[in-house]
């Protein structure tokens, strides 16, 4: 079984730019999460999606956001990019039931300069 | 505001040493807990994980946690580390609310097991 996928796995941009990072589901999963991963902070609950609609957010400002696909897959874009945006992003997938655990990618790297 | 403490951010054990790992959480209903681990170069994957029942679960490589609701508490131990454990392990707690499973983690404790 093909884990969670991201990509790409380094990114580097610039203050200002916007950025867009992707994640594959492992086949069957059809919730998607992401988490920002900061020097010293633990993992950061950013988005949830499950069957193509938003269904929560964490405490992030609105140039955070995302989508779902049909296919599952979903995209995180982060728009006006700021030095503190730096961090590893993961993306995390599982089956709708409350109780499915979670499976994580191995994240992106993004570095804002 | 729901929340999840590692008390230990660093720990540093011998070969055989015993490991406990606290964690709390803070949460007002009923949460299922999580222990996560990341070993270098990895991602991260599930160690252990309570949902309800026997207080006490048994998860891979020999882990176990012990679920104390009264202390809001869920430790992580095991009796004998190996240089293998080495890794940086998280507690994660997500609200039995509307489906899902968005989960809030504690900051990490990175231990480090010397030979």
């Known amino acids: 079984e093909a884990g969670v996928t991201q990509s790409p796995t380094h990114l580097i941009k610039t203050r200002g730019q916007q950025a867009t990072l992707r994640c594959s589901p492992i086949?069957?999963?059809?919730?998607v999460y992401w988490y920002q991963q900061a020097l010293g902070l633990g993992l950061q609950f950013l988005l949830w999606y499950d069957e193509g609609e938003e269904r929560n957010r964490g405490n992030f400002p609105p140039r955070f956001s995302g989508r779902q696909f049909p296919n599952y897959s979903s995209e995180l874009n982060v728009n006006a990019l700021e030095l503190e945006d730096s961090a590893l992003y993961l993306c995390a997938s599982s089956l709708a039931n409350v109780n499915s655990p979670l499976h994580f990618g191995n994240g992106t790297r993004l570095t804002v300069t | 505001a729901q929340s999840v403490s590692q008390h230990n951010h660093h720990v540093i054990l011998s070969e055989a040493a015993s490991l406990e790992l606290g964690c709390n959480y803070s949460y007002g209903g009923t949460v299922n807990l999580f222990w996560y681990v990341q070993y270098p170069g990895q991602h991260l994957q599930l160690l252990l994980k309570?949902?309800?029942?026997?207080?006490l679960v048994k998860g891979i490589k020999g882990f176990e946690a012990e679920f104390i609701k009264s202390k809001f508490s869920f430790n992580l131990r095991k009796p004998s580390v190996q240089w293998s454990d080495t890794a940086e392990y998280f507690c994660a707690a997500g609200e039995i609310t509307g489906g899902g499973n968005k989960l809030t983690f504690g900051t990490g404790t990175q231990l480090k097991v010397e030979l």
């Open positions: 086949s069957g999963h059809t919730s």
């Open positions: 309570y949902f309800s029942g026997d207080p």
